[in-house]
């Protein structure tokens, strides 16, 4: 049997008096394209910081390939082969594009702290840099501030850097959100390339993304998931089409249509 | 631009003019400055510049590279240079024989590195932890710390005459006694270029880099599988070594140190010579260190207010030309080989004629203020034209060009914001 890319085991997490995360039970296998769905302040983008590290859960374990990684510092959960994208753009605004994937790409390349190599004399990462912009399609902007940005590209270059080290296990928190349509197919063409082999998951609103992407689904409400299954098992529960009420409702018929 | 599109890296012969030319005529410069029949004064002028511009650069290894404001880089200098001041008396003592009989004095801006560095490493610990205000507290509270404890252990530091060396003892390195006033400047100009070199390669590494992007946002530094703590760490180490090798330089060429150069005065003068330099520019701090030597050692001999003018010029710069004089410069060299420079050459010349109405007022001021103030009755005659205190002339001067210079500025900003 193989083990779970990720598992986690009755996850607790509270702020104060709040418990946000209630008792999360997940598993996702090695290669599988999992989404997260669920209403606005359900505890999705919570799950995520759990998991990758920038908090630290108040009960319960997280599993990272078997490992135990609930409380450990984000850049040893990143060094065990995870790594996550922000629902806010978290970039380095006063760096190019390319010096952003570059720095995204120093620890998976080998480079440490080192402060005895250049970073312009290892041909692989300029290789690899260049391969990860042409992969996204920043390669034209490679030397814009990444201030300087247009949205779209910004949440291109969260993907970018978010895919840019060899991690096999890919968070990617709400990637296409204020994306217009044709930039949100071209995002989602470019996850689904990115993650090829690897074990995604994703937290997403919008239901098109989620059916065209995700070989399973769990639907995470008040912080506890009241469903995981197949995409077509998700349409029809009805336990998740009361929880998506009005518009959000629709969205998911007019998701399985699409 | 060319760029290789299989590594975005410039081509080798951009990388030529960008890197390894200016560091060319740098180098060029250093070596023919006493060429051309500069004085005594004006070598130990050099001098201190050199050694400024180490302190200057090494101090923007934090500022603005590492986005961390400290108010006590002065401690790493200061820490470098006694341990030098200590160890030329040790080469004295120790009379050609032993280990630090065969010394050379041209290699003590090593030993100051090493002091640096290791005092960047006991002292950044704990002050590493936390980046922003609280770091900022800690290395003014570390500079009061280091600076009265100097003053407390005299065997070590010298109580307040400091201590002082003698350069010319040793071994001779290449023939250099290092006694006369040629010998110590090329020394200073050697590890002045050496310092230089080894800080702009220092942004080149992956560390460099990591410490740039900590600045920019420690929290996502963590998500690419590095501790911020740690970048902030290793780069203090490094700023305080290259800050102890400064003291190594001053150690040479002034033979003393005193524990008011562990003070808050010096690490104050640095953050003022590098942010008027311009931090966001490997260069600025060049240039800060420049003028601000230049300033302190010639401007004090024309006017007792300069300290005044240079706290003015501070103020006017961080809110200005937050990019300091290398922003500038570089400015300028953009706009000069731009399609639109003939605009932007009339524009400046407004902006110079308006600054310059300014200052003429603000000087008037603070020199007819400073001698009407301190009571021995001298007036100010700039040009042999006496303005006193109480003559309407004065008055007109030191307002009407104030108010023209700031509507002109004014004017010059409006129209940049429309265009
Ligand atoms: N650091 C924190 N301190 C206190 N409360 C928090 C903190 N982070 C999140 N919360 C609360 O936890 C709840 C869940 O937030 P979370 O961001 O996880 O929701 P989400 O499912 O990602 O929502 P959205 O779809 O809007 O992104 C919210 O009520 C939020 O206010
Ligand atoms: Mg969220």
Redesign the pocket.
């Known amino acids: 049997m193989t083990e779970a890319a990720l598992q986690l085991i009755d996850v607790h997490k509270s702020?104060g008096h709040?418990k946000?995360i209630q008792g999360l039970n997940l598993e996702v296998a090695k290669g599988e394209r999992h989404a997260i769905i669920?209403p606005?302040?359900?505890?999705?983008?919570?799950?995520f910081n759990l998991i990758s590290g920038r908090f630290r859960p108040t009960s319960g374990r997280i599993l990272l390939n078997g490992k135990e990684v609930g409380g450990k510092p984000a850049f040893e959960v990143n060094r065990l082969g995870l790594s996550r994208s922000f629902?806010v753009s978290n970039i380095f605004a006063n760096m190019t594009v390319r010096e952003n994937v570059r720095c995204s790409l120093l620890y998976s390349q080998g480079h440490g702290y080192a402060f005895w190599r250049n970073v312009g004399s290892s041909r692989e990462l300029q290789e690899k840099t260049a391969w990860v912009l042409e992969r996204v399609g920043l390669i034209d902007k490679a030397h814009t501030p990444a201030a300087l940005l247009s949205y779209a590209d910004q949440r291109t270059l969260e993907i970018a850097m978010t895919i840019a080290g060899d991690a096999d296990v890919i968070l990617l928190d709400?990637p296409t959100a204020g994306m217009s349509h044709s930039e949100t197919e071209y995002a989602v063409e470019l996850i689904r390339k990115a993650t090829e082999g690897k074990t995604l998951v994703i937290?997403e609103?919008d239901m098109g993304v989620v059916f065209g992407l995700a070989d399973r689904i769990s639907v995470?409400v008040y912080g506890e998931i009241i469903a995981t299954g197949k995409p077509e098992e998700i349409r029809g529960d009805p336990k998740v089409r009361s929880a998506y009420l009005g518009d959000d409702a629709e969205a998911l018929t007019l998701g399985g249509a699409a | 631009m060319t760029t290789n599109m299989t590594t975005l890296a410039p081509s080798a012969s951009e990388k030529f003019t960008q890197r390894a030319l200016p560091f060319i005529l740098f180098a060029l410069l250093l070596i023919v400055i006493p060429f051309i029949g500069v004085s005594r004064g004006t070598l130990t002028l050099f001098n201190h510049i050199g050694i400024n511009i180490v302190f200057a650069l090494s101090y923007n290894m934090l500022l603005g590279r590492a986005g961390l404001l400290s108010f006590g880089h002065a401690v790493y200098l200061g820490l470098g240079g006694y341990f030098c001041v200590h160890i030329l008396n040790w080469i004295a003592d120790a009379d050609g024989s032993g280990f630090w009989g065969n010394v050379p004095v041209f290699s003590l801006p090593i030993f100051g590195f090493a002091m640096g560095a290791l005092a960047g490493a006991i002292i950044g610990w704990p002050s590493c932890r936390r980046a922003g205000t609280a770091f900022a507290m800690i290395s003014l509270g570390v500079a009061e710390l280091m600076s009265t404890a100097a003053f407390m252990f005299d065997s070590l530091f010298g109580g307040e005459m400091g201590i002082s060396g003698d350069r010319m003892s040793g071994p001779k390195f290449f023939g250099l006694s290092m006694g006369p006033i040629e010998q110590v400047y090329y020394f200073i100009a050697f590890w002045t270029l050496v310092g230089t070199v080894a800080m702009y390669a220092f942004t080149r590494t992956p560390l460099g880099r990591l410490s740039e992007a900590t600045r920019d946002n420690a929290e996502r530094v963590q998500f690419i599988g590095y501790d911020p703590t740690r970048v902030r760490y290793l780069v203090f180490i490094f700023a305080g070594a290259f800050a102890g090798m400064a003291g190594g330089m001053s150690a040479v060429q002034d033979e003393i140190f005193t524990p008011d150069s562990l003070s808050l005065i010096p690490s104050g003068a640095i953050l003022i010579a590098t942010y008027i330099g311009g931090i966001r520019f490997f260069a600025g701090p060049i240039f800060g260190a420049i003028l601000m030597t230049y300033m302190g050692s010639n401007l004090s001999d024309y006017t007792a207010g300069w300290l005044l003018y240079l706290g003015l010029m501070f103020i006017s710069v961080v809110l200005f030309v937050p990019d300091g004089i290398a922003g500038l410069v570089f400015g300028f060299w953009r706009g000069i080989r731009s399609p639109g420079r003939y605009a932007l050459i009339g524009k400046w010349i407004t902006q110079i004629l308006g600054l310059a109405l300014v200052a003429t007022s603000v000087i008037v001021v603070v020199e007819v203020a400073y001698r009407w103030s301190d009571g021995y009755g001298d007036v100010f005659a700039p040009f042999g034209f006496d303005l006193p205190h109480n003559g309407a002339l004065t008055w007109v001067i030191g307002t009407l060009p104030l108010l023209a210079g700031i509507l002109i500025l004014r004017r010059v900003k409006r129209t940049e914001s429309e265009a």
């Open positions: 702020f709040a946000i669920g606005n302040g359900a505890g999705k983008s919570t799950c629902q709400e937290v609103h995470l």
